[in-house]
């Protein structure tokens, strides 16, 4: 049974850090190109940023680099997003996810994690 278990959500202040992590069952995350989205009240479903299952390289969404940074640990079958100087409008609902091809895109998603929410004060 393919599982992607989040967490790590809090509450935080402007200028805090968190770590999100995502457990990963049913499949072994080293084949996959998985990531990142997030979803903030009112709005779209929006990408954070991936790890291509090609060659490990990471891709984040241009407002986030140099503040997101996505990791995996293949041993543990877990993926990770580590969010330095946190604003209030990163404040969403997060979500990992998988797919078994280059591209991660919402379109081509296999597998979603349910969501862990993330709320940034100022």
């Known amino acids: 049974q393919v599982q992607l278990v989040e967490s790590g959500g809090d509450c935080v202040q402007s200028g805090g850090s968190l770590r999100l992590s995502c457990k990963v069952s049913?499949?072994?995350?080293?084949?996959?190109?998985v990531g990142w989205f997030r979803q903030a009240p009112g709005k779209e479903r929006e990408g954070v940023g991936c790890?291509?299952?090609?060659?490990?390289?990471?891709y984040y969404e241009d407002s986030l680099k140099g503040r997101f940074t996505i990791s995996r640990d293949n041993a543990k079958n877990t993926m990770y997003l580590q969010m330095n100087s946190l604003k209030p409008e990163d404040t969403a609902v997060y979500y990992c996810?998988?797919?078994?091809?280059?591209?991660?895109?919402?379109?081509?998603?296999?597998?979603w994690g349910q969501g862990t929410q993330v709320t940034v004060s100022s």
């Open positions: 790890i291509s299952s090609v060659d490990d390289s990471d």
């Open positions: 996810a998988a797919n078994f091809g280059p591209l991660l895109t919402a379109s081509t998603v296999e597998h």
């Open positions: 049913g499949f072994s995350l080293r084949w996959y190109t």
